[in-house]
């Protein structure tokens, strides 16, 4: 017999607005960690990610603005660096790929960030006996 699909939606909504990303409060708790983190960070005036381990919600269109609707689970997928040295964080949300870049925070896990930072290099798209060649 079907499982009855109305009752799993209303706990999944219920467990929804138990964790909704639209919280007043001044922390909210990591989506992938489950660390309970506080918004107020050094080096940027909105929080929106992990400083354990990168992780964010999808909840703005530009930044602070908390106006996206999908609210999914992002992904660090990469660091980008900007021309004055400033390191950024890439992330893309889990549900709808979207692509979004912040920057990090002062007290961000600095072994994360390397960690994410060396991982092209870890796993390069050639095969690394290609340099005995050279």
Do not use: Y
Not at 106 to 111: A, F, I, M, T
Request: overall charge positive.
């Amino acid at each position: 017999m079907p499982r009855n699909r109305t009752r799993t939606h209303v706990s999944s909504k219920r467990a929804h607005e138990r964790t909704s990303p639209r919280s007043t409060s001044n922390s909210f708790r990591c989506v992938h960690c489950r660390l309970d983190v506080s918004l107020d960070a050094p080096g940027t005036s909105h929080r929106n990610h992990c400083p354990n381990c990168l992780w964010s919600r999808h909840l703005d269109n530009t930044p602070g603005d908390r106006a996206a609707d999908c609210g999914a689970s992002m992904s660090p997928i990469a660091i980008h660096v900007r021309p004055n040295g400033e390191w950024s964080i890439v992330h893309r949300c889990a549900a709808c790929d979207t692509l979004d870049v912040n920057r990090i925070a002062g007290d961000d896990n600095p072994l994360s960030l390397m960690r994410l930072a060396v991982a092209p290099l870890a796993q390069p798209p050639f095969p690394l006996d290609w340099f005995g060649r050279l």
